[in-house]
């Protein structure tokens, strides 16, 4: 579930480009808006997470970790409702917070479950390759749902992954 969490969040920073032209046809998006819609949460999610590290340790990793999945759940439905730039670029930049705070903590319950140091370097093998794959599946991802879907699909997966995540609850209390 640790690893579903980040491939998701790291889709999540590239999904969005392929969907730009579709963006300035049905919401009238500016260049600057597009421009900000991409960044957005890749700025909020990197001038976060440190904070959220913190935010971790102080209040402990699952708490923390299931805050950010609610978040971004949460966040990505209110994208994939949004009628305007404004709204859809808000909820980009809650996605980002959310993402702050599920990366660092996924990493800290990595520490905490795997004991075994062999099975902790095959976990954070794992959890490093979730965030190489994320970012570059984001354009394939996001240019299968255009071509079958309208723009706004995009989200969905992302609702459905923190819905059952947040079922699961698979971090361990710290």
């Not at 690893?3 to 049905?26: F, K, M, Q, W, Y």
């Not at 520490?111 to 954070?124: H, L, Y």
């Not at 599946?137 to 992302?158: A, H, I, N, S, Y």
Request: hydrophobic residues 55%; glycine residues 12%; neutral net charge.
């Amino acid at each position: 579930m640790l690893c579903l969490s980040l491939l998701i969040v790291g889709l999540d920073v590239t999904v969005l480009n392929v969907a730009l032209p579709r963006l300035v046809g049905e919401l009238g998006a500016s260049t600057s808006e597009l421009q900000w819609l991409v960044d957005i949460y890749s700025l909020m999610a990197a001038g976060l997470m440190l904070f959220a590290g913190s935010l971790a340790d102080r209040y402990g990793r699952k708490p923390v970790f299931l805050s950010g999945l609610v978040l971004f759940a949460g966040a990505s439905a209110v994208a994939a409702f949004s009628d305007g730039t404004a709204q859809l670029m808000t909820a980009r930049g809650v996605m980002g917070v959310g993402e702050a705070l599920i990366m660092p903590a996924t990493l800290s319950i990595i520490g905490t479950v795997f004991t075994d140091p062999v099975e902790r370097m095959k976990a954070i093998g794992l959890w490093s390759a979730m965030i190489g794959v994320g970012p570059a599946m984001g354009p394939l991802v996001g240019g299968w749902l255009l071509g079958r879907f309208w723009w706004k699909v995009k989200d969905v997966p992302d609702i459905l992954d923190r819905t059952l995540s947040s079922i699961l609850r698979a971090a361990p209390p710290s």
